[in-house]
């Protein structure tokens, strides 16, 4: 049986799992139904939601599941939460609790006999200090570059870094950085959002709009999720596994958000040197 699965791979505290974000489409070859965790908690808060791989045949079903007894273990200090789901089916952690810098968190789920567990680390916040659109030239073409720099928390350590860019608070496209693209002091990321003539067959993706506001947002991550996502961009590939125990896919993230907007308008931006 060939099933799919949508991994929101969100990031986005308080609006994780809700409708206006988009959701990203990956495919599992030969398998059972399977139990789709995703769980994101930044300093904000967070959520975690449980679904059903679905048959490629048949309509996606992304109805959460409310069965499961959720745990999330804060492993340096030995706190244990329950997580109850909320009226959406997202499972939340009790009011005032967020994840803090410098810990590292484990989550257990427990459905149906079945048991799964992962682990995260907090890491030290980073901020957005550049968020610039320049017009980049190419043969017969001008694209819209958006370069995001931060700084890195956190010198002499390999740090990476989850980068999500947003079209008026719907997913857009995101990218994955390492501290090893510094440049004067700052991770940058580059993005080409948008030719500067419009398109007749253009997509939500590939063509913006005057007055869209454009945000993005950036989470440090450890190593485990770097690769985590690194799989899941990898086109015909099954995701590594984020969990232990029984078989299920999808994340667990504690992570900082930093976020920055800027407005497109094609006349206010300058041509790239």
């Known amino acids: 049986m060939k099933l799919f699965a949508k991994l929101t791979l969100s990031a986005a505290a308080l609006t994780l799992l809700t409708a206006c974000e988009d959701e990203l489409d990956f495919q599992y070859h030969d398998i059972d139904p399977l ?12 959520g975690l939601k449980i679904t059903l791989t679905t048959p490629m045949d048949e309509p ?9 007894d959720v745990t999330v273990t804060d492993l340096t200090e030995g706190a244990t939460y329950q997580l109850l789901p909320d009226s959406e089916g997202i499972y939340r952690l009790p009011q005032g609790i967020v994840p803090l810098t410098g810990h590292e968190y484990a989550v257990n789920v427990t459905a149906s006999g ?3 567990t992962a682990t995260s680390t907090m890491l030290p916040p980073t901020s957005i200090e550049v968020m ?16 995001v720099g931060f700084p890195d928390p956190e010198p002499g350590v390999e740090n990476y870094y989850f980068v999500k860019i947003y079209r008026n608070d719907r997913t857009f496209t995101w990218s994955l950085a390492r501290d090893i693209y510094m ?13 500067r003539e419009p398109k007749d067959d253009a ?18 991550i450890d190593l485990k999720m770097f ?47």
């Open 35 to 46: 139990r789709v965790i995703e769980g994101t908690f930044t300093q904000e808060g967070g």
């Open 60 to 68: 996606l079903d992304t109805t959460p599941l409310t069965d499961a």
């Open 114 to 116: 079945q048991h799964f």
């Open 132 to 147: 610039e659109l320049s017009w980049v030239t190419f043969p017969g073409t001008e694209q819209a570059s958006l370069q």
């Open 183 to 195: 440049v004067d002091g700052l991770v940058r990321v580059n993005f080409f959002l948008t030719d």
């Open 203 to 220: 997509t939500f993706y590939d063509m913006l709009e005057p007055g869209d506001v454009v945000k993005a947002e950036v989470y440090p």
């Open 227 to 273: 690769d985590y996502l690194m799989s899941a961009a990898m086109p015909g590939k099954n995701m590594i596994d984020c969990f232990s125990g029984d078989k299920c896919l999808g994340y667990f993230l504690t992570a900082p958000v930093a976020r920055q907007s800027v407005v497109y308008d094609p006349e206010k931006i300058d041509l790239h040197n």
